[in-house]
């Protein structure tokens, strides 16, 4: 298994990484152990001179086969010979001095053979042996890469994890686009508090959404799609009418006081009842009227307009 992909180290030589350096240093060494290991292959001349080893022996065992067929056929020939011998021998036409050495040379040629197969035997355990040490090679390749690997992916999805915590930690991002206000007013190393409102996103005017604040009590029985109208503290309804909107979400658990968020989709814009349209500003104050299956619930809410493209 390979990893076909690299990473700019030299572009942040200089960079402090802060929270993240021991991540980021771990994903480093990761890295380079894995490039470098990919790149000098430290197992290859041990592999290389393995398969060396078997191309000579094989080369040997091939010359010594051909040099035992040979002393095979001198063996024959030894047998024949002493064989006739032995005839004569037995009919009293040689001495025993040369049956002896008839013997002496049979049993020569024998001891030659027999030297010649254990040279054979030798050079397959050779082969045996050089073949095991090029498998345990392999293994230790494959068990070394496959271990970087997994220290670089793991090392890798750790950075990742830290980078996202860094970011949910320390930056403010927006799904949408706009113009950013601020709350209050806020100085540097000013402390925060869990839950407290920053600033708000001004979008343009294009899809709009309202925000309102709901207490605990029959939010249950607020649902996704209801009819929501809303009445604005700068727009009598009387004069202007009301803006009619559906709920999108609600939050999944209230805030410190209690109370819930629910989000209210306006596809009319700021259309009224009446026809009129309402012109748009930055944050706008009143009240809504969720209608349930079988209530009203009437809250005061911070009404504020923002514009979505793919949250909504």
């Known amino acids: 298994m390979n990893l076909n992909f690299s990473f700019p180290f030299r572009l942040f030589e200089t960079h402090s990484f802060g929270d993240v350096e021991s991540d980021y240093i771990n994903f480093e060494r990761a890295y380079t152990d894995y490039t470098l290991n990919r790149r000098l292959q430290p197992f290859a001349p041990e592999t ?45 036409v040689i001495s025993a001095t040369e049956m002896e050495s008839k013997r002496l040379d049979y049993l020569q040629a024998q001891q030659n053979l027999q030297n010649i197969d254990l040279s054979i035997s030798q050079l397959q355990e050779s082969r045996s042996t050089v073949n095991r040490t090029l498998s345990g090679t392999s293994i230790s390749k494959q068990q070394t890469e496959t271990e970087q690997i997994k220290s670089l992916l793991q090392a890798y999805d750790q950075l990742k994890k830290s980078l996202t915590q860094w970011d949910q930690t320390y930056l403010l991002r927006s799904s949408i686009n706009g113009t950013v206000s601020f709350q209050n007013f806020w100085g540097e190393n000013q402390f925060i508090k869990p ?30 799609d209801q009819k929501v109208i809303i009445k604005l503290d ?76 793919q949250y909504q």
């Open 195 to 224: 839950g407290e409102v920053i600033f708000t996103i001004l979008p343009k005017k294009e899809d709009l959404l309202g925000r309102l604040v709901v207490p605990a009590q029959n939010s249950g029985k607020i649902k996704p």
């Open 48 to 92: 290389l001179a393995g398969k060396q080893s078997i191309n000579e022996i094989n080369a040997r065992l091939n010359s010594i086969q051909k040099q035992k067929s040979i002393e095979v056929a001198k063996v024959n020939l030894k047998k024949k010979d002493f064989d006739r011998n032995q005839s004569l021998y037995d009919q009293g």
């Open 234 to 309: 700068s727009y009598p309804y009387q004069q202007f009418g009301v803006i009619e909107g559906s709920v999108k979400n609600i939050s999944l658990s209230p805030n410190a006081e209690g109370n819930y968020f629910v989000e209210i989709s306006l596809p009319h814009d700021l259309k009224t009842s009446h026809n009129e349209e309402i012109e748009f500003n930055k944050e706008m104050r009143g009240t809504a009227e969720i209608v349930t299956e079988n209530l009203r619930l009437i809250e005061r809410f911070f009404y504020q307009f923002r514009k979505i493209f």
